[in-house]
Nanobody, 124 residues
Framework: QVQLVESGGGLVQAGGSLRLSCAAS????????MAWFRQAPGKEREFIGT???????TYSDSVKGRFTISRDNARNSVYLQMNSLKPEDTAVYYC??????????????????WGQGTQVTVSS
């Protein structure tokens, strides 16, 4: 069992930056693939990117080059650095853990554990 808690959301102007954190508690954090998703009002939850247990990252086209995912296994934490933010990045951001590590999975239905989400609002 893994518990995830996101933090770091807030209001930022377009072009600005935010860094989200996801603190994990429980066993075997280092063996999970960790991902970030987001959900804007009236839209489905969207895959942003993932960092595998070994540190390799994958990003969606919508954030590639602007967002960076990292993890600190000693601190049981995952981070999402968001730069050059746009109003369309406004959403609730979630971190998630996947016990399956054979390959990167982008469907939110396949992830095992979720945080409560943190709101990011980008003003124009």
């Amino acid at each position: 069992q893994v518990q995830l808690v996101e933090s770091g959301g807030g209001l930022v102007q377009a072009g600005g930056s935010l860094r989200l954190s996801c603190a994990a508690s429980g066993r075997s954090f280092t063996s999970y693939n960790m991902a970030w998703f987001r959900q804007a009002p009236g839209k489905e939850r969207e895959f942003i990117g993932t960092i595998e247990w070994a540190g390799r990252t994958t990003y969606s086209d919508s954030v590639k080059g602007r967002f960076t995912i990292s993890r600190d296994n000693a601190r049981n934490s995952v981070y999402l650095q968001m730069n050059s933010l746009k109003p369309e990045d406004t959403a609730v951001y979630y971190c998630a853990a996947d016990r399956f590590t054979g390959w990167v999975r982008t469907s939110d239905r396949l992830y095992d554990y979720w945080g409560q989400g943190t709101q990011v609002t980008v003003s124009s």
